[in-house]
Structures are given as structure tokens and as C-alpha cells.
């Protein structure tokens, strides 16, 4: 079910109810926040390290003391559905559902939903391009397949910096 990731804090997110699907990635070490239990990840997705997960509004506590807010506590569920990246420290805020089939740039904020196969990024996170575009633009600017191995490193200094000598 999830791979690279066997940390106290999943085991305890996973615990508490957060839900991920089968062939989920969580890279690194992402930060589920304070509700877990309102996070769900679907099928097939990669969540990279650094990423936070917020599900509630701390700020509300500036104006607790005033008698008409005082009851006032605001959370939000978040809803990443199957087949989905999100890239390294990226943000998802509080009521945002990520649509199947969807990328989230490295160091995005994530502040509203996000289309069914669409790439955002960004602060504010914005529509960058449809995910067919981007399967054009990376094929297009593809590297040569060199596996992982003991030649990996040589092969990749040579692709990118022989070339220019």
C-alpha cells in the first residue's frame, strides 16, 4: 500500500483515520496535521516530502474573546482523489479537493479545488496547463532511460555536461 515511508507519524495519521489507497506513495516526510482523521488520499498517488496538510484556521483564535466569535472554530476536509502528485513542499489548505488525474507543482498553496486532470502551481496555486499537455511537454523533453545502477551517474554528467565541452 504505501511505499519509502515507515514513520511513527503516518502510522499515527493512519491511526487517527486518515485514509490512503492501495499504491500510494508518501515520500520524505509530509505533515498531516493536527486532523488526520479529514484527510483522504486515493489510489495511486505520490505525496513528496515536505508537504502539509491543513485542516483548520488557527486564526480564528484572534477574535475568540470577542462574545459573538466565541464559539467560532473553522476546519475543512481535504480530498485528494486516485492518480495524483503532489510536489515537494506544496500546501493544501482547509475544503480543497484535488481531482483524479492531477499534478501540484513543487512549492505550491493550494487554496482552492483543483480539476480533474489539470497541473497547478503556484501561491496561490493557479492553472498551469492540462495534464496531456504536460505528458507532450515532458515527452518532448524526456532524458534517455538509464536505470538505476553503478553507471547511472556517468551516463547523466555526460547527457547534461559533456555535450556543451
Known amino acids: 500500500m504505501i511505499k519509502y515511508y515507515n514513520n511513527y507519524k503516518l502510522k499515527k495519521a493512519l491511526k487517527d483515520g486518515m485514509e490512503i489507497g492501495e499504491k500510494t506513495r508518501i515520500l520524505g516526510i509530509p505533515k498531516f496535521g493536527s486532523e488526520p482523521y479529514l484527510i483522504r488520499i486515493g489510489k495511486h498517488c505520490t505525496i513528496t516530502s515536505g508537504v502539509r496538510f491543513i485542516t483548520h484556521d488557527g486564526a480564528t483564535w484572534l477574535f475568540r474573546d470577542e462574545e459573538k466569535y466565541r464559539n467560532v472554530k473553522r476546519y475543512g476536509k481535504i480530498e485528494i482523489y486516485d492518480n495524483c502528485f503532489i510536489g515537494i513542499n506544496s500546501i493544501i489548505m482547509p475544503d480543497v479537493a ?11 498553496v493550494v487554496t482552492k479545488n483543483v480539476p480533474a486532470g489539470t497541473v497547478y502551481g503556484g501561491v496561490p496555486a493557479k492553472f498551469l496547463m492540462t495534464l496531456d499537455d504536460y505528458k507532450e511537454k515532458t515527452l518532448i523533453k524526456s ?5 538505476n ?7 547523466l554528467i555526460s547527457y547534461f555536461w559533456e555535450d556543451e565541452k
Open 98 to 108: 484535488i481531482g483524479p488525474n492531477s499534478i501540484i507543482a513543487a512549492g505550491s
Open 143 to 147: 532524458t534517455p532511460n538509464i536505470p
Open 149 to 155: 545502477g553503478i553507471n547511472k551517474k556517468e551516463k
